[in-house]
């Protein structure tokens, strides 16, 4: 939106112009990709150059790209489809060990599992800055490794930031003969991503945070790995993912990830640095504020906070009527305020999770962008302080009354 300041890259990251430029031009390509005449062989070769740029990117062999609807799908795929082959090979196989601040396209999935396929999900817990506690996985894992279907932890986190020790989690993984699944939707757009050296057997990838189209994505699956499909059809990409191939996504994802990779040198230090200014000028300005992942690893392009006093809703909607476009980073459900089931994850109080807001930074963000948080920021969090005064306190556990 012109005017905006745009500040939630991580929730989706606006199409990069040569993303849009390669759309336009294999949407005026005709035919299906599955065709045997001069069309469907145009069509195929978008598709397949895609397929070779998006391997080029992400460091893995092009016949490891499976092309998904996006990155729900490409988690769903992974997890149930690693789940179900591995329990076909050994009923004892029930037990799914996800870490615990998981994005719900891979924790509900697992937990969809436990009631169609009689799953037994374990959340491995984290740390306070939200990593992993790799101990805790490999005495999970020692504990029944033969029960063990597969394992999926997130490279870096969509709401607080935190980079996972993914390498780790992998090597306790792959010690008892384990697959491990992982979602790098976020960390591909700040990091440097190598997926041969990282060795993952399925890894999810999302067009849209990295400036390509909404509803595309990848599965990488390294080779030999075996998946069970979710979708049944015409056989399209080896049988994991049927339905006719879209060549225009495919294109436009795949250049927007190679202008992703090819800029990320200078782009990761420049937004870390925006990062850390608007960090430290939002504290400078509102004090009691809380910054969520101060140090350690974590995404050049996540900034979350506490604003204790404030209302996450209030503090987003205060933003946003001064044109700024941030995160509440907290899911409504039927009306109530929920805390982060990350926040929570991490020890953070639900009374405190509550007050989160999340800055996302990306492609388009200036200096102007973080100017215009400082120059707001003081005056927002005291509207939200007298909205929280006048409402009184949030509702707190159930009480003895039924309701
Ligand atoms: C960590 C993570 N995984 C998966 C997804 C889902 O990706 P998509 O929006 O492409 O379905 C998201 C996006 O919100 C995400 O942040």
């Given at each position: 939106v012109p005017g905006t300041v745009y500040l939630d890259h991580a929730a989706t990251s606006p199409m990069r112009a040569v993303a849009l430029a390669a759309y336009a031009g294999a949407a005026a390509v005709a035919g299906n990709a599955s065709a045997g005449h001069a069309a469907g062989r145009a069509a195929r070769r978008v598709v397949e150059d895609a397929r070779e740029s998006v391997a080029a990117s992400l460091g893995c062999g092009p016949t490891e790209v499976v092309l998904t609807a996006g990155g729900t799908e490409a988690d769903n795929l992974g997890v149930v489809g690693l789940h179900r082959v591995r329990r076909a090979e050994d009923r004892a196989r029930r037990r799914v060990l996800v870490s615990a601040v998981e994005h719900p396209a891979v924790s509900a999935a697992a937990d969809a599992l436990a009631t169609t396929d009689r799953a037994v999900v374990e959340r491995i817990p984290v740390d306070r800055r939200g990593a992993v506690d790799v101990a805790a996985l490999a005495a999970a894992l020692a504990a029944d490794p033969a029960a063990v279907s597969l394992v999926a932890c997130?490279?870096?986190?969509?709401?607080?930031?935190?980079?996972?020790?993914?390498?780790?989690?992998?090597?306790?993984?792959?010690?008892?003969?384990?697959?491990?699944?992982?979602?790098?939707?976020?960390?591909?757009?700040?990091?440097?991503?190598?997926?041969?050296?990282?060795?993952?057997?399925?890894?999810?990838?999302?067009?849209?945070?990295?400036?390509?189209?909404?509803?595309?994505g990848a599965l990488v699956v390294r080779s030999?790995?075996?998946?069970?499909?979710?979708?049944?059809?015409?056989?399209?990409?080896?049988?994991?993912?049927?339905?006719?191939?879209?060549?225009?996504?495919?294109?436009?994802?795949?250049?927007?990830?190679?202008?992703?990779?090819?800029?990320?040198?200078?782009?990761?230090?420049?937004?870390?640095?925006?990062?850390?200014?608007?960090?430290?000028?939002?504290?400078?300005?509102v004090p009691e504020a809380v910054v969520t992942v101060p140090d350690g690893d974590r995404l050049p392009g996540i900034a979350h906070l506490t604003f204790p006093g404030c209302d996450g809703e209030s503090l987003q909607f205060l933003l946003d009527s001064r044109g700024i476009a941030a995160s509440a980073a907290s899911a409504c459900a039927a009306g109530v305020l929920r805390p982060s089931a990350v926040l929570l994850a991490m020890g953070v109080p639900a009374d405190r999770a509550r007050t989160s807001v999340r800055f996302s930074l990306g492609h388009t963000s200036t200096d102007d962008d973080v100017d215009a948080v400082l120059a707001a920021v003081a005056e927002v969090a005291d509207g939200a302080r007298r909205v929280a005064a006048a409402m009184g306190p949030p509702p707190g556990p159930p009480s003895g009354r039924a309701a």
């Open positions: 997130m490279w870096a986190n969509n709401e607080v930031g935190t980079v996972q020790p993914v390498a780790d989690v992998v090597a306790a993984a792959h010690a008892h003969g384990v697959p491990v699944h992982v979602d790098a939707v976020q960390a591909v757009p700040g990091l440097a991503v190598d997926l041969a050296a990282l060795g993952a057997d399925t890894v999810a990838v999302s067009g849209h945070k990295v400036g390509g189209p909404v509803r595309s030999g790995t075996s998946l069970a499909p979710l979708l049944h059809g015409g056989g399209q990409e080896r049988g994991l993912r049927p339905g006719t191939l879209d060549p225009a996504a495919s294109a436009a994802f795949a250049a927007a990830l190679a202008e992703t990779a090819a800029q990320r040198p200078g782009e990761a230090p420049r937004l870390a640095r925006l990062r850390d200014r608007l960090l430290a000028g939002v504290v400078e300005r």
